[in-house]
């Protein structure tokens, strides 16, 4: 993992004071959306198909702040949209590092060349830099040309300036392994912190839908990937568990409520990923109404190729702390790359119950925090 020891220990401070307090659902990341206006149309994006009249909206930096006190996650990552276009962003971000949480601006970084002087490097902060791949990829996905060597500029005079930057990859159709391990070498070289890196989740409301990767060619896919990786000392942002599991070693299923919403329209349910469910009017209410049991890519359709971190990560944190010499054998060795995959969850939705005959089905150990 790249993440610095400083910010390690604080996060699994946390974790520990979570399980000796006996707390059932807690968060991990708080996903603020202060608005859903964006500078570019990508063609996997499920964010931005609002009227005008929406994508005018923007939370207050009260809003904002409320939220991060009322969720107490040690991390905030603001999304969007561009976070960018809100003009009061600087002061959003100043008041979470003044409560020592840590802050991942999420951007296109179009726009970020003209805004850096608004922000002071700190520990607490990170510039989590969209890019989908090499050039020809990352222009293809976010569909306007020039929008890569832009980006790239940017986390070049943002490492000279001293911020921490991360590169935020998603991966989509026709991806190969040998230039998905090319451009992960390629991030190494530009000196990135590390790489977040995930398969894209089928936005129902995104403007193509053959690009979407289906959960067992994902897997198939990081396998060649990780296997090209052996020895080339790639910064990857994510746990050990989680790594091995986006190989097809873990069976998981997500934990939604590690990494909770809050936008325009409330504290979205029951996830940052599904924009049609519902909102609920406070943190509390989230955690405690929310159906929870109809969520999960064993029980929602929807969900049913999602393999994404802000999904899976809090399910490999809680098994990291349950399994600490399973997460640390995973460190060491990394994600396994052949041999049996673990077995996946059977969707509930098509098992099938004749009338008066009830039919046995196969149990699949799936670990989560509920």
Not at 30 to 58: T, V
Not at 174 to 198: N, R
Not at 292 to 307: D, I, Q
Request: aromatic share 10%; hydrophobic share 35%; net charge neutral.
């Amino acid at each position: 993992m790249s993440v610095p020891l400083r910010q390690q220990i604080s996060v699994a401070s946390y974790l520990l004071k979570q399980k000796l307090k006996g707390v059932r659902r807690y968060p991990l990341v708080l996903m603020l959306e202060p608005l859903f206006r964006c500078n570019l149309a990508c063609a996997g994006c499920g964010k931005i198909d609002y009227p005008d009249e929406i994508l005018n909206r923007r939370l207050s930096v009260e809003d904002c702040l409320a939220a991060v006190d009322e969720c107490g996650a040690p991390i905030v990552s603001i999304a969007g949209g561009e976070p960018l276009l809100h003009k009061e962003l600087p002061q959003v971000v100043e008041g979470i590092i003044a409560r020592k949480k840590y802050v991942y601006l999420c951007t296109n970084a179009l726009l970020l060349k003209k805004r850096m002087d608004d922000y002071k490097p700190s520990p607490y902060l990170t510039f989590s830099i969209h890019l989908d791949g090499n050039q020809e990829r990352h222009d293809a996905s976010v569909c306007q040309s020039g929008v890569f060597d832009r980006a790239v500029e940017v986390i070049k005079l943002a490492i000279e300036k001293g911020f921490r930057v991360t590169v935020n990859c998603t991966l989509f159709q026709g991806e190969s392994a040998e230039e998905v391990a090319e451009f992960l070498d390629y991030t190494k070289q530009l000196g990135v912190e590390g790489v977040t890196i995930a398969p894209g989740f089928s936005y129902e409301h995104a403007p193509l839908q053959n690009i979407f990767i289906k959960m067992r060619e994902s897997k198939e896919l990081f396998r060649k990937v990780f296997k090209l990786g052996k020895g080339r000392d790639w910064k990857l942002n994510h746990s050990s568990l989680y790594l091995d599991f986006l190989a097809g070693n873990q069976s998981y299923n997500c934990t939604p409520w590690g990494n909770p919403t809050r936008n325009i329209f409330g504290w979205q349910k029951p996830c940052y990923l599904l924009v049609d469910e519902g909102y609920a009017p406070s943190f509390k209410a989230l955690m405690d109404e929310t159906p929870w049991h109809k969520y999960g890519n064993s029980k929602n359709p929807k969900c049913a190729n999602c393999m994404a971190h802000c999904g899976f990560e809090a399910t490999a944190a809680e098994d990291s702390i349950r399994n600490p010499l399973k997460a640390a054998w995973a460190a060491i060795r990394g994600p396994r790359t052949e041999g049996p995959m673990a077995p996946e969850p059977v969707p509930e939705w098509e098992v099938k119950q004749p009338e008066g005959e009830a039919v046995p089905r196969p149990v699949i150990p799936i670990r989560a925090i509920d």
